[in-house]
């Protein structure tokens, strides 16, 4: 029963996100994997430590967030959340002048569903959605190697569950709480922890 109901929700997954087609699947699975930035927790429970890549190689020391209410989000171009962009871009702009900030992630460790290289997913954010919210070097959020935030946040509130879970941080840079994929940037559930941080 258990095995069955693991199927189940494994195609509802595929089905809300879309495979790749047969070629872009097999360029990803040659492509190397992305290396891990340097980085580790902090003894004071914040995960918010090391220096990261932005998607045009720019470096910045996570730290720099401290002080901030932080979403920290996996993203992927190709996965039928990819829309929520949108909307993270809005709740970026509405709460940002309040010392809120949203922080992407791209990664193509959860179901292949992000192809294409930094330039790629800037031009793409840009182009699709006028994203202005940071958005980090593609990296690893589940498998090997993953990105010493994800691998913080895992261990304080799970791993992500696919593409576009949220992580929410208070302005200390510690985890409060996590919301899979089909939490919408606008959901009232959402907005209200985040308020609650603010």
């Known amino acids: 029963v258990l095995t069955a109901a693991l199927i189940l929700c494994a195609a509802l997954v595929l089905a809300a996100c879309g495979g790749l087609d047969d070629e872009a699947g097999e360029q990803a699975a040659t492509t190397d994997a992305p290396q891990a930035p340097a980085g580790a927790p902090a003894a004071n429970g914040s995960v918010l430590t090391g220096i990261q890549p932005l998607l045009n190689g720019e470096e910045v020391d996570l ?4 002080g901030q209410v932080v979403l920290v989000v996996n993203t992927a171009s190709e996965c039928g959340f990819t ?12 709460k940002s002048k309040d010392d809120f900030v949203i922080l992407g992630f791209p990664a193509d460790d959860i179901a292949n569903q992000e192809p294409r290289d930094d330039a790629e997913i800037a031009e793409f954010c840009e182009a699709n959605f006028g994203v202005t919210f940071p958005m980090f070097s593609k990296s690893n959020v589940v498998e090997e190697p993953v990105n010493p935030l ?7 509130l799970g791993e ?11 302005r200390k840079g510690r985890p409060v709480e996590r919301f899979d994929a089909s939490v919408e940037p606008n959901d009232p559930e959402l907005l209200t922890a985040i308020d609650a941080q603010l």
Do not use: H, I
């Open 63 to 66: 730290d720099r967030y401290k």
């Open 83 to 94: 829309p929520q962009f949108e909307g993270l871009e809005a709740l970026y702009k509405e």
């Open 150 to 156: 994800f691998a913080a946040l895992a261990e304080d």
């Open 160 to 170: 992500p569950t696919f593409n576009f879970n949220k992580y929410l941080l208070d």
